[in-house]
């Protein structure tokens, strides 16, 4: 099975670092559990649904979290947010060739409300902290709960991130919109539609995500391992963000008033929008090399 | 609170602030010089111009004022739900305002927020919680969202979480629950020009707000988890 969307967090360590080589810190055995679930009548997790430690990708050290989308949707509790924390600000420590995140999450966990909404902003400013240090920080997006909420933020907050088509990457999921503001704003049920607005392929295009992969671990491990090397301005930069500002200006400008992301790929220049869905990540890579937007 | 009678009492000295699309910015004298003023205002929902509008001005603010301080002014119902930012990658444009207040700080811009009215979720992780303090008016209202919405995602009954809300930093709304887990360096009673003459003194020495979460007892596990993990112990301290 080399799936990445059927893994499990711990599948997805196993099977992506160098075998054998990941050392868990605070290790399911600790077993430190949610101090609020309890009081909800909530099921814990003796790992509060994040795996964080230190591991080997082709013998480079690289520190790694995997969160887990099947315990609570990988939302970010006290417990679960600190463990990225102290992951992370061992990296800044023990210097790291880079950490990656295995992100699958739904953000903020609504059981843990307020404690979760200030552990994911620790959990930003210490990705930034290791970027200051200058470690690269990647991102990978390819678990069936995808990237919302705060953790679609922090995603953006790192050097680069790896997506399947499979992935979604976004900040309120549709359901939350649907529920907001009705279902002619966003039709949750209607699949195409939010796979062309929060999938990996639309990503993509935008140049929010920086490389695309195949729904395999053995192709997020090779995109990772390249990224690495491929990473320029670990540290964030005055003329890297004011590029990020001209890219975001312009993407408004010309694509703030298109209402569905095929038609946004159609103003892109893509010839034949309709094709996109159907095509396998590389033939999709290559196809859509002359009109995919600059990636920061 | 009005954002007008807000700048004047923050500013007695006098200061230049615009609305435009209820994004703030413009500058204030303090004692110690000139600020940097930019937020939202209207509880607006931040979408991406909002995020993109208060960027821009933070960067300029950056270049052609170095080392001037910033402060945020936070009042926003969270990010706008619609399918449209979506598309276009709002969680990119929030992540850019961030990085912004990220790149001010490390150009050696001090950087204090302040909710002066409502603070939600998204729209606050990006601006007020990305301060070096966030500091909170006592009649703000801060939250992840409202109990009701809360009780049909989390399947928990309205009545317990109200219940707990009464007690329990972790579901009620208010800034006093928001210091005690250390997210709120401090709740502005009184003179406002002198709180923030003040803030502006203190020194900013990294995000301690796990360890102010444990010292005021709102978050008993976070600080213990993290020093666990730097210091490369299997067992938390008691």
Not at chain 1, 180 to 202: M, N, Q
Request: glycine residues 10%.
């Amino acid at each position: 099975m080399n799936s990445y969307l059927e893994a499990t967090a711990r599948e997805r360590l196993q099977r992506l670092l160098d075998p054998g080589s990941f050392q868990e810190f605070l290790p399911p055995s600790s077993r430190v559990v949610s101090p609020h679930l309890g009081q909800l009548n909530a099921p814990v997790a003796f790992d509060d649904g994040v795996a964080v430690g230190r591991a080997r990708l082709d013998g480079r050290l690289v520190f790694v979290a995997a969160q887990e989308g099947g315990f609570m949707g990988g939302a970010v509790g006290e417990v679960h947010g600190a463990k990225l924390v102290g992951m992370l600000r061992r990296a800044i420590h023990d210097r790291p060739d880079a950490v990656l995140l295995l992100l699958e999450t739904g953000g903020v966990r609504l059981h843990e409300a307020n404690a979760g909404l200030i552990a994911v902003s620790e959990v930003m400013r210490a990705v930034l902290d290791v970027r200051a240090a200058g470690i690269p920080v990647l991102a990978l997006v390819g678990g069936a709960n995808g990237c919302f909420g705060g953790m679609g933020i922090v995603a953006r907050c790192t050097n680069a991130i790896v997506m399947s088509e499979e992935g979604r990457l976004a900040m309120s999921g549709p359901e939350v919109i649907e529920t907001a503001s009705g279902v002619e704003e966003f039709d949750a049920r209607d699949r195409a539609l939010v796979w062309r607005t929060t999938g990996g392929k639309h990503r993509y295009l935008l140049g929010d995500c920086q490389v695309l992969v195949a729904d395999a671990i053995n192709a997020f491990r090779a995109a990772a391992l390249a990224q690495i090397d491929a990473v320029t301005d670990v540290a964030l930069t005055l003329d890297a963000i004011e590029q990020e500002q001209a890219l975001l200006t312009t993407r408004l400008e010309r694509f703030g008033h298109v209402r569905e992301p095929m038609e946004l790929w159609r103003a892109l220049g893509v010839t034949e929008p309709e094709a996109l869905p159907l095509l396998e990540a590389d033939a999709f890579v290559e196809q859509v090399a002359a009109w995919r937007l600059g990636a920061h | 609170m009005d954002w007008h009678i807000l700048t004047g009492a923050l500013f007695p000295q006098g200061c230049d602030v615009r609305e435009e699309h209820q994004v703030l910015t413009g500058a204030g004298q303090a004692g110690a010089g000139m600020v940097a003023v930019v937020g939202t205002t209207g509880h607006v929902p931040i979408g991406v111009e909002t995020a993109l509008a208060q960027a821009r001005f933070i960067l300029q603010t950056v270049r052609e004022h170095p080392g001037r301080p910033i402060l945020i002014l936070v009042d926003t119902q969270g990010q706008r739900l619609r399918h449209r930012d979506e598309m276009l990658g709002i969680n990119s444009y929030m992540a850019h305002l961030g990085k912004c207040v990220e790149l001010a700080r490390r150009s050696g811009h001090r950087i204090v927020a302040l909710v002066y009215d409502q603070a939600l979720s998204g729209g606050f992780i990006t601006s007020g919680l990305m301060a070096d303090a966030c500091y909170a008016l006592p009649d703000a209202t801060i939250r992840v969202m409202g109990l009701p919405a809360m009780a049909r995602i989390t399947k928990v009954p309205e009545e317990r979480l109200t219940e707990l809300a009464l007690d329990n930093p972790v579901f009620a709304p208010g800034p006093e629950n928001y210091l005690r887990m250390g997210g709120i360096q401090e709740i502005w009673r009184g003179d406002l020009a002198v709180a923030l003459e003040t803030a502006l003194q203190r020194e900013s020495s990294g995000d301690t707000r796990s360890a102010l979460g444990l010292a005021r007892g709102g978050r008993a596990l976070a600080d213990r988890v993290i020093a666990a993990i730097v210091a490369g112990e299997d067992v938390l301290a008691p």
